[in-house]
């Protein structure tokens, strides 16, 4: 049976992966600035995580959320203690877009409004109201048109006090740093007005931290780069290091009732491990600081590069922005220096989103490799 072909393909199959290392079914080395799309946040096949996800299936892998499960709490309290986020409540489910599918529900239940507002080159995943709340039209079926969504250019915040002022916005949702799209960031005067528009106006404030947060910006969440307090958090990708896991973070003011949300997969035993495994490591490792230095050593070289024209993005979610469209560059860097990087909806954008865990050599590899290809390039125009 074929498979329904959605995806395009780098002719590349990785079969095993070691930190930031990965390696093919004929056992060719390559270099992972990529993370498998932000996802690995610890580094691939780390023992701790191994060893956990281990123990787990070996005693209980999944029962449903009709029982007692402890590893939930101690979850929600690790991730207390390392994002500083106090008294926030955890719903966990399975993936960023059943997060911010979640998260929009809860601020219309909250409020009893329909409307969201959300940001030009926003993503926030490919389900009912988050792909509606998501700034490409290609992938919104007519199904999801019929929700009620405001796209506002960023910044625009006389934009977010006349929507809001109408009364009817029940979220507003943004990604602090943005992924898909790019790399853009709102500006600090921006992201305090919406919070407190949004506190003026009862509408829901949703920081989308499924790619930005987890440690890769530099602080446990991107939002904490400035005075602001989200209603919702919204959280994937790195909290599992690559196992399907997800969920919100809600805030007291917003009350739970039985039956309001609910998943089978969500929050299983299994998924917990993965996801304690990867605060443990972060916290024991102090990777969130190794991204702080090494995003300062590698901006540092990318700024006496001329080729770069733009350095995006903050720690370890950061974009090199070229004059020309970066497609051949990266089938350069992956097939001829063996190193992953990804794209972004703007085509001259170079996205670095490595695990956490990378160190200055494999930084050093990179740029030795970039140097080499513009160097091509520029022979060859
Ligand atoms: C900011 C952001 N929100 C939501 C999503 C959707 O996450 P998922 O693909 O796990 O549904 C993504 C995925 O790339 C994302 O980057």
Known sequence: MPLFDVY???NVTPVSGKDILVYDNEGTEYLDLYGGHAVISIGHAHPNY???????VNTLGFYSNAIQNPLQKQLADKIEVLSGCKDYELFLCNSGAEA???ALKLASFKTGKKRVLAFSNGFH???SAAVAATDNKNIIAPINAQQAVTILPLNDVEGVKRELEKGDVCAVIVEFIQGVG???QGTTEFFEQVDALCKANNTMFIADEIQCGYGRSGKFFAFQHYKVTPDIISLAKGMGNGFPIGGILIHPDIESKYGMLGTTFGGNHLACAAGLAVLNTIEEEKLIENTNDISEYFIGIAKTIPQIKNIKGRGLML??????EVGDLRKELIYNYKIFTGGA???KLLRILPPLTIKKEHVDQFFDALTKVLTEIKETV
Request: a negative charge; proline letters at 4%.
């Open 319 to 324: 974009g090199l922005e070229f004059d020309f």
């Open 100 to 102: 911010n599918e979640n």
């Open 8 to 10: 395009p393909l780098y």
């Open 182 to 184: 790019g790399l853009d």
């Open 125 to 127: 995943g490919r389900t």
């Open 345 to 347: 909806s703007n085509n």
């Open 50 to 56: 191994v060893e956990a996800i281990t123990n787990q």
